[in-house]
Antibody
Framework: EVQLLESGGGLVQPGGSLRLSCAAS????????MRWVRQAPGKGLEWVSG????????RYADSVKGHFTISRDNSKSTLYLQMNSLTAEDTAVYYC??????????????WGQGTLVTVSS | QTVVTQEPSFSVSPGGTVTLTCGLT?????????PSWYQQTPGQAPRTLIY???TRSSGVPDRFSGSILENKAALTITGAQADDESDYYC??????????FGGGTKLTVL
């Protein structure tokens, strides 16, 4: 069974930093595209970032480019999101999501339960 | 800037059929956008329903179906049930590793 467990959320002051983690199990992590999606309170889903299976290629939404960094440690089956220069607009539940399998990767196949990030003074 | 459009809200009677759509403010949605659909109830993580336009994810009842209708991606629920009352999101692949979600449709079953 695929499991994705996010951690690292919490309350942070504007301008601060936070690193989210997503521990994966139940599948071959090193073969899977991984992504982060967030959801501000009462709002819809927003794709944040994605990373290829080997970590060699990363992509970001314009709203976080230059402030967030996605990375992964395949030896630990863990995905990360380093978030810097946080603002109130970054307040959201952050979900990690697994891409599809090798035959078709173009969707969000599995989701974690999410971790809440609150940016406030 | 590309905007993916969805109906903000929709209602359907129990046992009825409803079609939710996913469009673009500029252009038409086709299979090349790899449309997929997700269901979310309050406080829960999204659940994957449909991918590759019309492929149901594992365990999804066959009353959920996907298609392309009149230049939009569409999610049809046939024989709606009370527990289908949820928010529904589509997402389109823009290429180059970039994704854009629609704003979501709040479906009421009454």
């Amino acid at each position: 069974e695929v499991q994705l467990l996010e951690s690292g959320g919490g309350l942070v002051q504007p301008g601060g930093s936070l690193r989210l983690s997503c521990a994966a199990s139940g599948f071959t992590f090193s073969h899977s595209v991984m992504r982060w999606v967030r959801q501000a309170p009462g709002k819809g889903l927003e794709w944040v970032s994605g990373i290829t299976a080997d970590g060699g290629v990363t992509r970001y939404a314009d709203s976080v480019k230059g402030h967030f960094t996605i990375s992964r440690d395949n030896s630990k089956s863990t995905l990360y999101l380093q978030m810097n220069s946080l603002t109130a607009e970054d307040t959201a539940v952050y979900y990690c999501a697994k891409g599809g399998d090798a035959s078709y990767v173009y969707y969000f196949a599995h989701w974690g339960q999410g971790t809440l990030v609150t940016v406030s003074s | 800037q590309t905007v993916v459009t969805q109906e903000p809200s929709f209602s359907v009677s129990p046992g009825g059929t409803v079609t939710l759509t996913c469009g673009l403010t500029s252009g038409s949605v086709s299979n090349t956008y790899n449309p997929s659909w997700y269901q979310q109830t309050p406080g829960q993580a999204p659940r994957t329903l449909i991918y590759n336009t019309n492929t149901r994810s594992s365990g999804v009842p066959d009353r959920f179906s996907g298609s392309i209708l009149e230049n939009k991606a569409a999610l049809t629920i046939t024989g709606a049930q009370a527990d289908d009352e949820s928010d529904y999101y589509c997402v389109l692949y823009m290429g180059g590793g970039i994704w854009v979600f629609g704003g979501g449709t709040k479906l009421t079953v009454l």
